[in-house]
């Protein structure tokens, strides 16, 4: 029988390949019925299936080689913490801003709970200044509309 984190570790990497290959469907697999995700540095919440679909679709049309680079995760029986740096070049609007062309290396930690062999959510922490600095914008123009 497999412990709470061998499943959790194994529920963390089908969700890691899923977000490399930008397999929406594959990522919503492994989400519960309702997860809640959170981007801390706007303040922007999404909530459901239809939503995070939304988030994603979002991400992968604005960033559309988007990676992400895991450096470290930490798994427990409750989740898990990472830290990612994102890769790629915004060639979409995403979270409310035009395509800049421009290359991002945005470092973020990332906080997964998970109940039930399933994710309930995520928390993106990242530095909001160094990615208004690399788009080119100015940080206030940074939002979800």
């Not at 679709?57 to 895991?70: I, Q, R, T, Y």
Request: glycine content about 8%; hydrophobic content about 45%.
């Amino acid at each position: 029988m497999m412990s709470m984190l061998q499943e959790n570790w194994r529920v963390w990497q089908r969700h890691l390949m899923a977000e490399n290959r930008r397999n929406i469907e594959a990522l919503l697999d492994n989400l519960c019925a309702d997860p809640i995700y959170k981007i801390m540095a706007i303040s922007a919440t999404f909530k459901g299936q239809a939503q995070v679909r939304q988030f994603y679709a979002d991400l992968f049309e604005g960033v559309p080689d988007a990676n992400f680079e895991l450096i470290n995760s930490f798994v427990g029986e409750e989740g898990v913490a990472a830290e990612s740096i994102l890769r790629g070049a915004q060639h979409g609007p995403w979270l409310g801003i035009p395509p800049t062309g421009r290359e991002l290396v945005l470092p973020m930690s990332i906080v997964v709970p998970m109940m039930h062999g399933q994710i309930l959510g995520e928390r993106l922490y990242f530095d909001l200044a160094t990615l208004a600095r690399q788009l080119g914008i100015p940080v206030e123009t940074i939002s979800i509309k």
